[in-house]
């Protein structure tokens, strides 16, 4: 179920991504990914970095990923959300709703 999400999400990004480059061709997407508790051989990221080759994407050749985990320390979620805006990321990909809230939270107090 977990990489069938994380390929939706991929794919989504993946398609949004090449609509961008038709008019930006020179940058790199950054993908965001806020999780609690990941690793960067965590299996989350193993399939997200899977996925992401399938589509002919190469970490560090034609896309980035900026991983921020709490390391289950939830009081440094909003600075880690702010870390993202800051570095302003294409998409963010989180392990669940809490976190989604969170960075939504974080991404309209930047827009504001």
């Not at 020179?26 to 997200?48: C, Q, R, T």
């Amino acid at each position: 179920m977990t990489r069938c999400y994380l390929f939706a999400v991929a794919l989504n990004f993946a398609l949004a991504v090449t609509t961008a480059w038709a008019q930006q061709p020179s940058k790199v997407p950054v993908v965001g990914v806020f999780n609690l508790v990941v690793g960067a051989e965590d299996a989350i990221m193993v399939a997200l970095r899977q996925a992401f080759h399938e589509l002919g994407y190469v970490e560090g050749r034609n896309i980035r990923i900026e991983l921020r985990t709490a390391q289950r320390h939830v009081d440094r979620l909003p600075d880690l959300a702010q870390e993202l805006v800051k570095l302003k990321v294409d998409v963010v990909v989180t392990g669940c709703a809490v976190l989604s809230g969170c960075a939504v939270l974080e991404t309209s107090a930047a827009v504001t």
